[in-house]
């Protein structure tokens, strides 16, 4: 059974960065895409970044330019590189892959 476990949340001032980490075990990560999520306070759950098994990349509008998601196969590890961090990218953080979630990691932007 695949577990995802996200880390590298925390807080940040704005203009700041922070690099996730999420560590999935079981077999065939190389062979899946794999997704971060965020959920703002009191909003719904939304597509951050995505990454294929061919390591094509797809970005939300509000992130393009400021976030870069990359995969390590050898490691079974996805990461999303968050610079020129902005409140509005306060959420929780989580890692996806098919059905999968992890417990997400709290990300909060605020001077």
Excluded: H
Excluded at 30 to 51: D, F, H, N, T
């Amino acid at each position: 059974q695949v577990q995802l476990v996200e880390s590298g949340g925390g807080l940040v001032q704005p203009g700041g960065s922070l690099r996730l980490s999420c560590a999935a075990s079981g077999s065939f990560f190389s062979l899946r895409s794999m997704a971060w999520y965020r959920q703002p306070p009191e909003k719904e759950r939304e597509l951050v970044a995505l990454i294929t098994k061919g390591d094509g990349t797809n970005y939300a509008d509000s992130v393009k330019g400021r976030f870069t998601i990359s995969r390590d196969n050898t490691k079974n590890t996805v990461y999303l590189q968050m610079n020129n961090l902005k409140p509005e990218d306060t959420a929780v953080y989580y890692c996806n892959l098919g059905v999968v979630w992890g417990r997400g990691t709290q990300v909060t932007v605020s001077s």
